[in-house]
């Protein structure tokens, strides 16, 4: 089993920037990739960001420029550094985790809100 916490979410201005954080327990060593996606009111689960183990990143069109995806794999954390957030980023985010036998954990999720 793989436990994930988030942390970081909360209420910005638009062009303003918050930097979630996901931090992974239990049998890490199974952990192949992890990631953030997000789900707004009424809307599916959407990829935002991806990170494998060796370092390769995947972006959301919509989030390319403007979020970056790291991983400390030293803490067993991954961050998502988003800048110049925009009211159509609003959504709860979710962190991502899945091992090498294609097993898929998620955290409980972290709201953001960009609002004036």
């Known amino acids: 089993q793989v436990q994930l916490v988030e942390s970081g979410g909360g209420l910005v201005q638009p062009g303003g920037s918050l930097r979630l954080s996901c931090a992974a327990s239990?049998?890490?060593?199974?952990?192949?990739?992890m990631g953030w996606y997000r789900q707004a009111p009424g809307e599916e689960r959407d990829l935002v960001a991806t990170?494998?183990?060796?370092?390769?990143?995947n972006y959301a069109d919509s989030v390319k420029g403007r979020f970056t995806i790291s991983r400390d794999n030293a803490k067993n954390t991954v961050y998502l550094q988003m800048n110049s957030l925009k009211p159509e980023d609003t959504a709860v985010y979710f962190c991502n985790a899945v091992t090498y036998y294609q097993t898929n954990y998620w955290g409980q999720g972290t709201q953001v809100t960009v609002s004036s």
């Open positions: 990170i494998a183990g060796v370092g390769n990143t």
């Open positions: 239990g049998r890490i060593v199974n952990i192949h990739g």
